[in-house]
């Protein structure tokens, strides 16, 4: 089989879990954690790093920022042969008690992006695979770090929360009333298309964000690497898991 277009990667050249990072920077500190790795591919915003850990083949790929970007993602590593997904992004918090460099392991995604429409209709859930949110709440509580299991948000358009000179600024300032007041824990850009891609597919995925910023404060990022060491431990301990597991 041919490379596949954007991510440039082939069938061998990725493990069965894949570990997405939104940010290509994030790939090369990810394979940090491996027990061996190598850079197998750099194509647009798609960087992977293929290794083990403990024996079992792993790979790192970034999906770029947004839901077009991860969509592409995850389908052409699953034409290749990954089978497991395991997002390890960062996010802002929408509640006082989920505070900087937490952990969120996501249960439930809220769907305002519009990627996901193109593949189901609006009522059709955004949910991680239950095995793999159950390992990354088994290994975050095994390796001790802060963490909170539940609802997030994802969203297309970063700064239009931000702004009150939009046209829609005022519907916008709602909505976010609406999601704190449902208990919904942060947000960021990616979870619903992978999330959902994988549930149609047949594939298993799941989300452990590392809280960077007080989006109820209106302060998106404060510290863009708080927590992230903890969040890749932790998906790295549920890959463990997951494998003993089969």
Known sequence: MAKQYHISLGKGEVGKYVLLPGDPGRVPLIAQFF????????????VTYTGEVGGIPISATST???CPSAAICVEELARIGAQVFIRVGTAGSLQEHVGL????ITTGAVREEGTTRHYVPA???????FGVTT??????????????????HCKD????EFSEDLPLSEERARLWRV???????????ESAAI?????????????????????????PVVDKERGMEEAIRVAIEAVKILEGRE
């Open 35 to 46: 027990d061996s790795a190598q850079k197998v591919a750099e194509n647009r915003e798609f």
């Open 64 to 66: 770029g920022i947004g």
């Open 101 to 104: 460099g937490h952990l969120v």
């Open 123 to 129: 009522s059709y859930p955004a949910v991680p695979d």
């Open 135 to 152: 390992a990354l709440a088994e290994a975050a509580r095994k390796l001790g770090f802060p963490h909170h299991v539940g609802i997030v």
């Open 157 to 160: 358009a970063f700064y239009a």
């Open 179 to 189: 999601w704190r007041r449902s208990r919904v824990l942060a947000t960021s850009m």
């Open 195 to 219: 999330f959902v891609l994988s549930s149609i597919k047949g594939l298993r995925a799941g989300e452990i964000l590392a809280i960077v910023g007080m989006t109820y404060q209106d302060h």
